[in-house]
């Protein structure tokens, strides 16, 4: 993403870079997360209370198109840098391949995609797309938000593998000092230039995230990968 945008903001287009002040702590109320399809405009950061967020908060995720919206299963991963104090956020999630939507629709929370990724090294044979939301932070600036896809089946023109990029999210994080990854948490949602490809026009994904230093999939790494 060539254009650097502020943390804890609505970017809409904006073709500035806009760096954001500390206001301390503020409680979060989740209407805040939630904006009209129209509005452009920055929000003010918020320093969030740990008490707010868990772990069961991440293992899921939501995809909208603003008028349907449905729970998936979710993994948070992170990995820090603590010499240029960056991190990268990375939120796996799976959904079904378009073949299995097409005869049997869509479900709430369809987390057994997600369970069946993660255990892949056992060499059980999986189906579904794989999608890993990639968020990369520096200071208190977003760098890049992708969204790697990975499917089973050749999925997106023919291709098993497809990358996207925004610019369009607001994200509210703990903190700006990533040198404890586990200090790390916070909220997110992300408008996609795209659909995510659970229903039509499902272009909004939105979530938790709570870090443990980890290492995230390189979009190399996803592209080479081996679905049994």
Not at 12 to 34: A, R, V
Not at 125 to 153: A, M, P, R, V, Y
Not at 172 to 184: H, V
Request: aromatic share 10%; with cysteine; proline share 1%.
């Amino acid at each position: 993403m060539k254009t650097i945008y502020s943390i804890i903001a609505f970017a809409f287009l904006i073709s500035c870079e806009n760096k954001i002040k500390t206001n301390g702590e503020h409680e979060l109320d989740p209407q805040e997360l939630k904006v009209d399809n129209t509005e452009i405009e920055f929000q003010s950061d918020f320093i969030i209370n740990t008490s707010k967020i868990t772990y069961k908060q991440t293992l899921s995720q939501l995809v909208s198109n603003f008028e349907v919206e449905r729970s998936i299963g979710a993994q948070c991963f992170c990995e820090k840098n603590t010499k240029d104090n960056s991190i990268t956020i990375q939120i796996i999630s799976g959904i079904p391949n378009q073949s299995e939507l097409d005869s049997i629709g869509i479900l709430d929370h369809s987390g057994g995609k997600i369970a069946a990724f993660m255990t892949r090294d056992l060499k059980k044979k999986i189906s579904g797309q794989f999608k890993f939301l990639t968020i990369q932070i520096k200071d208190e600036l977003i760098e890049s938000i992708e969204l790697f896809s990975k499917s089973t089946e050749p999925e997106y023109n023919g291709q098993y593998f497809k990358k996207s990029e925004t610019n369009k999210y607001q994200i509210a994080i703990s903190k700006m000092d990533y040198s404890i990854a586990s200090d790390i948490f916070g909220r997110y949602e992300i408008r996609l230039n795209e659909d995510f490809g659970y229903f039509d026009n499902d272009t909004v994904v939105s979530g938790h995230f709570l870090c443990s230093n980890w290492k995230v999939l390189k979009e190399q790494e996803i592209r080479k990968m081996k679905l049994y």
